[in-house]
């Protein structure tokens, strides 16, 4: 019994250790792929079957940010490991794991263009297949905060900001992983931390895509049957794109 317990002690210990590196390493890939500066930028993940949330705490520079500093806390926001406070952004992160069941890992940037889309207030365009591989359609940009929302409770209501922006135009987030608060910055997510970096990634480059076509042709479209036959070929039961399997001959 007693040898049991241990057991069970030394798994949860080293599953907790593995979940904390793992959001740490997300963390650090954003400053690997160039899409933040100093301490502009946070990656959080959940462990669904615990109920806990890891994120970077906030303030702490990239290089000098060891797994241990990672902050682990419940979906209501209590600390209950961590010896520093967590990402002023924590509640904009609970919101979305809250009300978006299928997602594992949530990041926010400060990208250069996807965060020019958002100080503009407009949704970036799909205009080609490199959007269309990974969003179903525009990435929405939500409405302005008022007074009071911003005095209030201001990182929940842009959790809340996101979440209505999704209900009210019917959005899948499975589908369209990316958002952007108006005149703030884009939020990502996936089914891990990492698959929420690589949409980070992504959200970036079509952001700058978008910028250059409006540019060179400002009337540019995108034909909606080739935006369906693109997404559909990496997302749904259709999907044909990568490995079926684990070989690769």
Known sequence: MVDTLIFEQMRESHERAKFLSEVFEANCSLVKHGLVLFTWGNVSGIDRKRGLVAIKPSGVPYDRMTAEDIVLLTLEGEVVAGRLKPSSDTPTHLAL??????????????????????????????????HADYFSRDVPCTRNMNETKIKGDY??????????????????????????????????????????????????????????????NPIAIMNKHLVEKHFSRKHGPEAYYGQTNESTN
């Not at 890992?105 to 205009?127: E, K, N, R």
């Not at 209900?167 to 929420?196: C, I, Q, R, S, Y």
């Open 97 to 130: 794991y809250r009300a978006f069941p299928g997602i594992g890992g949530v990041v926010h940037t400060h990208s250069t263009y996807a965060t020019a889309w958002a100080q503009a207030g407009y949704d970036i365009p799909i205009l080609g297949t490199t």
């Open 155 to 216: 990182e929940k209501e842009t959790g809340k900001m996101i979440i209505n922006c999704f209900e009210e135009e019917d959005l899948n987030p499975m589908h369209l992983p990316a958002v952007l608060v108006k005149n703030h910055g884009p939020f990502t997510w996936g089914k891990t931390p990492e698959e929420a970096v690589h949409h980070a990634v992504v959200l970036e480059e079509v952001a700058k895509l978008a910028h250059l076509t409006r540019m060179i």
